[in-house]
């Protein structure tokens, strides 16, 4: 019998069918693996406290989280703890593909979505779901009832990944849409020229929302297993071109590399949460940065 | 530099097989989907040029390599002084034994040969394994290289002496044949001799040098196994006063004993061999001698020899170290008188005179000593005579002959005989230029030649003819002017094959020699039959007279040519073929020869019924039988050792680098010394280990090179927690 942390393994996950329990599992998995973390007594309870400071009544000091941790923490105000989250999904044809993974880089981010949607609706925040390819395509507004799972994985289920990509614009159209402060989570291979897709990043923090950036590239993308002569085509352009695989390696992941660090940096700089993940990852890793993320705003 | 297996460096082609391989056989590519293409193509340029450098730098590793596996299986290697050799490769190695019979000298109880077969079985299990070994000795045949060392030790265990020896400087060259055909790299010498002179005679050594100098590289060892101060007595060649003696005539025997290093009273021992085989003692001489000496010994002479074969043989009595030379053999054969037809102008007699009395003195006859039996005849009988008995014909001074009688005398010749023809007054242009007289004598007569002042006379300085050598022994004695001669004939041409056996010293022929058929004619220019009372301005010559010694020696032997008695030679040098001719009449299958060895060969006669016999490497007396002890023949011959084959005296130092010329060569006299040498000359080389070293160093940077070009770079460490960093 599987641990629960077992269905945080991609090709373990794969073997369930239904996304709703995908997701279940993912998550017990997740707080499963939570007690033996470094993130041990550090729960979801938690992010309903803040720690205590000057002014604050006496009298909302929870004694129990005292008595486990020797620290004066407050009970926030639900309105305090909830946040708004939007999960904004590429659907562009890249996301599609997979060289020898068990799940494709468009099913491991709702495998992603789908859990995070999950343990938001279960600590109550409203979480929606955008879709884009080379614009937005789908919207479902926030809700924090737990139907709104159901929605959410309803649409996911429907979607492919057949567009072109036009993710700096779709970024740029989320950031219009949005009235209120929101965490947008994003989920995107970012195969495009990573300028305007950075500009319109910023464009979206600079209007106050909270961003994680789930930066999503299959195995072979980021380790680039190929030997001998290959000719490579791209699946949006149909552009070809021929190497021999095992010169190139060094300096195909050399520039992958120099990719995500160009990404980490600008969005380090901006004050984006960016997540390097491949589809061969744990998801555990995934719902980390989601954590830390949430944890900072408490 | 020099290379094993040249043949194979054409493997170095292979190197273009990478090239060809890179050129034609290019992947064909599989196809297949990738989004990220864009991180590709960024990077297409500087990875074209880095990965052609590393293609051209692994493709020049393999070549390389290919190129250097060739170059060290052709086997390479290089000779520098100084260098540590690789003493181990194989080499072609020339083992060659001086077999004369002066590695017979024996001393500390070993013989010469003993001693170089001692240490040639110590040498050879040094040659290095795979090595090839040729033994070569004074046989007779081409050197080979033997099937492997124990054959090789087997072959120097049969060595033996044999009478016929080979100069060393032969035996070298036929040596250097054989090494050059080999294709071992390395190649030595080793020559084991007792450095005597006569091993090392050679005329012109260029050959040698040139021989030398075409096999580069090639170790020379002369192995000294002589005694550095040889003892030795010896004795020299028997001077017999005939092989061919007639019936009664005394056999004259004389030699010489030579001292090397001994003195003292020897006696030495002169036997004939009776028919039961034992020898009979027939004289016997006492010699004192002193180191480095030669004294001469003439036996009495042995008298009453019946007709047949006679045996004998001359030898020292007592020991030394080196027995092979102590002993002499002889073989005469005594025939009855030979019938000598002499003709003569009138008065017949008196004409004929004085050359039959110095042929066959009265007392001689008398005795029944006398070599020769002579019937004295008018010319005019001459026609009609039967001269089929006998063995010579002689005309003092003819006339003009009959065609017919020309013809005869040519016939006589042809058939075996000898014709003597004296020209005197009597002869004339006409009668002697006839073509029927000219078919016999020497060449068309010109004209009387005179010098009456007397200063003409014969001259035996040049005295190689068979008739002249009895006076080689007195070479520029023979007192020749004593007897002028004042008148001769001269000729115009000499017809082809004429000789002249005898000049004057004016240079004109006063004997020659035409060879007939298998006779001979001999012509003299002036007579020999001039009646005693014939005026001085008449007289043609004064060869007869008293105290006339050179002519009555040169009468005889004239006569012993003609009647065919030199051409019996019955005493050969050993290994020398001995020829022996049987009565014509007597016709045999099969005869049978025995050596002094006791073994009974087997020969048969040819065509001309002559028997001859090639096994003659020892020396003694042989014996050849046919047709049984009372119907058959029994003949002999005898065989011994050159004066020159027992001289131990050792060569200079010098003449060996007279020898060997520039080319270096090493001198040993023990194992110590030649290990030494050998050890010094095995310098040299193979790349081969050196070579295949840099080929698998070459392989394993290519290997290395490979997976560092094409290695798995460490995958990006994805920063986990990046928004930690942030917080």
Known sequence: MLSAEEYLKPEVVREIARLDLRAQFIVKGFLQGMHSSPFQGFSVEFSEHRKYSAGDDPHDIDWLVYAKTDKYYVKKFEAETNITGYLVMDLSRSMGYT???????????????????????HQQDPVGLITFDEKIRNCLPPRSKRTQLGNILSLLTKLRPTGKTEIAKSIIQVAAMLRHRSLVMIFSDLLADPEPVLQALRRLRHRGHDVILFHILDEAEVKFPFDGVVEFEEPESQERMKVDADGFKSDYIAEVNRFRETYRRECFQSGIDYVPIDTSMRFDRALTGYLLSRRSRC | MEFVNPAILFGAGLAAIPVVLHLIMRQQPKLLEFPALRFLQSRQQSNRRRMKLRHWILLALRVLAICLLAM????????????????????????????????????????????????????????????????????????????DQSTALQRIDR?????????????????????????????????????????????????????????????VYVIDVGVTDPKNLSLDELQLSGQMLARNSPLRVATALNSE????????????????????????????????ESKSIDFPLITGLTEGTHQGTVRFVGEDSLAIDNTRYFTVQVKPPWKVLVAAGAPVEDRAENFTQALAPTEFRRNGQARYTFDVIPFAELAKRNIEDYAAICLLDPPALEDATWQRLGDFARAGGGVGIFLGPAATLQGMNTPAAQELLPGELDHQASNPDGVVSMSTRDDQHAMLAKFRSRRGQVPWEEFPIYRWWQFK???????????????????????FGKGRVVTMTTPVSELSDVSDNNRWNQLWGIGSWPFFTLTNEMMLYLVGSTEGQLNYAAGQPAVLHIDPNRRFSTVLVSTPRGESLRSSPNQLNDVQVTATGSPGNYRVRAGGDTDGVNL???ANLSSEASRLNRVNPDRLTEVFGDLPFRLA???????????????????????????AILLAVEHLLANRFYREPAPSAAPAGAAAARS
Not at chain 2, 137 to 143: F, Y
Not at chain 2, 179 to 189: A, F, G, P, Q, W
Not at chain 2, 669 to 694: H, M, Q, T, Y
Request: hydrophobic share 45%.
């Open chain 1, 99 to 121: 060289y020898r993974q068990n799940l494709t880089k468009f099913d491991y981010g709702i495998c992603l979505a789908a859990a995070l949607c999950y343990l938001m609706v």
């Open chain 2, 72 to 147: 060290a299986l052709a086997r390479p290697s290089i000779r520098a002084a100084g260098m540590l050799g690789d003493s181990e490769a194989p080499t072609a190695a020339a083992l060659i034994f001086d077999t004369s019979p002066r590695m017979a000298y024996r001393t500390e109880n070993k013989t010469r040969l003993e001693v170089a077969q001692d240490i040639s079985r110590w040498l050879l299990p040094r040659l290095p394994a795979e090595s090839s070994i040729a033994v070569i000795d004074a046989n007779p045949g081409d050197p080979v290289f033997q099937i």
């Open chain 2, 159 to 219: 060595l033996d002496t044999s009478g016929a020896g080979r100069p060393i400087v032969e035996l070298l060259e036929g040596a250097l044949r054989l090494l050059k055909e080999s294709t071992l790299v390395r190649k030595e010498v080793y020559i084991f001799t007792d450095l005597s002179q006569p091993a090392w005679q050679v005329d012109s050594p260029d050959r040698l040098q040139k021989q030398l100098a075409e096999l580069k590289g090639i170790g």
């Open chain 2, 261 to 292: 290093g001994m003195a003292g009273k020897f006696l030495v021992e002169l036997s004939l061999i009776d028919a039961a085989g034992q020898p009979e003692k027939r004289g016997e001489e006492t010699v004192e001698i002193a180191p480095g």
């Open chain 2, 493 to 515: 041409n000499l017809h082809d094959g004429v000789a002249v056996a005898l000049p004057m010293v004016n240079d004109r022929p006063a004997v020659l020699e035409r060879p």
């Open chain 2, 636 to 638: 002999g011959f005898s």
């Open chain 2, 669 to 695: 006299k023990n194992k110590d010394e030649i290990d030494r040498n050998v050890s010094l000359d095995r310098v040299g080389r193979e790349l081969f280990p050196l070579l295949i070293a840099l080929v």
